[in-house]
């Protein structure tokens, strides 16, 4: 018996505008480390001209920028919710998303909750699961670089 898909990712068409019309993303999950890949990609996503917004509930400054215990502390209108936690941990990052009116939640690669999905719909946010906005941002925007 196969298990059926409750979610759909949207169109590349669809991603391609998301990251085009985003100007403020913040990375939940964002890691003080260098060598971790939610620093890496923050990293990635402010040479490519977006304003970050690193949400980490004990670090102070990350890449240069102020860092947020929680997205309600970020006082600038949020774009994209970019998630580097465990699955388990995504439904409440949906809730606490939608409280802050975010225009997409995106969760990283091998990241997939149907719940958070589900409430990320119920608020009118566009939900993306299981894929990396670095790749996705390379293939979709970058296509003539690869």
């Given at each position: 018996m196969t298990?059926?898909?409750?979610?759909?990712?949207?169109?590349?068409?669809?991603?391609?505008?998301?990251?085009?019309?985003?100007?403020?993303?913040?990375?939940?999950?964002?890691?003080?480390?260098?060598?971790?890949?939610?620093?890496?990609i923050a990293s990635y996503l402010i040479q490519h001209g977006y304003q970050v917004f690193p949400v980490h509930p004990t670090a102070t400054t990350i890449l240069g920028q102020t860092v947020y215990p929680t997205l309600a502390d970020i006082p600038q209108p949020i774009d994209i919710v970019d998630v580097f936690r465990k699955p388990e941990f995504t439904p409440e990052?949906?809730?606490?998303?939608?409280?802050?009116?975010?225009?997409?939640?995106w969760l990283q690669q091998g990241i997939q909750h149907p719940e958070a999905y589900h409430i990320a719909k119920k608020h009118g946010m566009v939900c993306v699961m299981d894929l990396c906005i670095a790749v996705m941002h390379r293939l979709l925007l970058h296509k003539a670089a690869i």
């Open positions: 298990k059926q898909t409750t979610w759909q990712n949207p169109s590349d068409t669809q991603l391609k505008s998301i990251l085009t019309t985003a100007k403020n993303i913040a990375v939940v999950g964002c890691s003080p480390n260098p060598d971790r890949s939610s620093h890496q990052i949906a809730k606490q998303a939608a409280a802050i009116h975010a225009k997409t939640l």
